[in-house]
């Protein structure tokens, strides 16, 4: 199974960047989002499909519908350029990626 | 803190064996399903194996079943990942993370893995 998500995305500082990943595991199980910056580990962003864990900043949100997920950032600060993986499972305990999507701050 | 500190990556030839460690700190690492992801140079992460607690549910990616194996050391506070017949294609930095089945049903920690470049 594939988790689609598109290569890019460009904002600019302020405002609301939207980050769609869509594949048939989605209707039946949870999403996950995870920030990567250059040369550094993955970070847990959203967990089961609209939770933040705590120290993520509030303007990191999520959503779903059908068998597509959205990560948005309302007010996309530069730091937040980096590149975004959302993750779920096919099965209960086989788990796949998205491609992931670059987030460009312009 | 909780701490997952890669080693055993480097540069190897097409056909080598290679076993990649992960040491776990700060957690009771043995009550804590492990995962092991790689993202090749410039691409996207891709999901290896998982392994629970007592060793007892292995699982793997699909397109990597028969030349990675995935175990631990719960003693040790130790992941490993054996890796044989080594290809070009195996070429990626791999990371353990850990699996929190509590809150975030998810990969909750990563170490900063390590890099593994087979090349003759």
């Known amino acids: 199974s594939e988790l689609t998500q598109p290569p890019s995305v460009s904002v600019s500082p302020g405002q609301t960047a939207r980050i769609t990943c869509s594949g048939h595991?989605?209707?039946?199980?949870?999403a996950y989002w995870y920030q990567q910056k250059p040369g550094q580990a993955p970070v847990l962003v959203i967990y089961k499909d609209s939770e933040r864990p705590s120290g993520i900043p509030e303007r990191f949100s999520g959503s779903t519908s059908g068998t597509a997920v959205t990560l948005t950032i309302t007010g996309v600060q530069p730091e937040d350029e980096a590149d975004y993986y959302c993750h779920s499972t096919d099965s209960s305990d086989i788990w796949v990626f998205g491609g992931g999507t670059k987030l460009a701050v312009l | 803190e909780v701490q997952l500190v890669e080693s055993g990556g480097g540069l190897v030839k097409p056909g080598d064996s290679l076993r990649l460690s992960c040491a776990a700190s700060?957690?009771?690492?043995?009550?804590?399903?492990m995962n092991w992801v790689r993202q090749a140079p410039g691409k996207g992460l891709e999901w290896v194996a998982s392994i629970s607690t007592s060793s007892t549910y292995i699982y793997y990616a699909d397109s990597l079943k028969g030349r990675f194996t995935v175990s631990r050391d719960n003693a040790k506070n130790s992941l490993y990942l054996q890796v044989t017949s080594l290809r070009a294609e195996d070429t990626a930095v791999y990371y353990c993370?850990?699996?929190?089945?509590?809150?975030?049903?998810?990969?909750?920690?990563w170490g900063q893995g390590t890099l593994v470049t087979v090349s003759s």
């Open positions: 595991p989605l209707p039946n199980h949870y």
């Open positions: 993370a850990r699996f929190d089945q509590l809150i975030t049903v998810a990969l909750d920690y």
């Open positions: 700060g957690f009771t690492f043995s009550s804590y399903t």
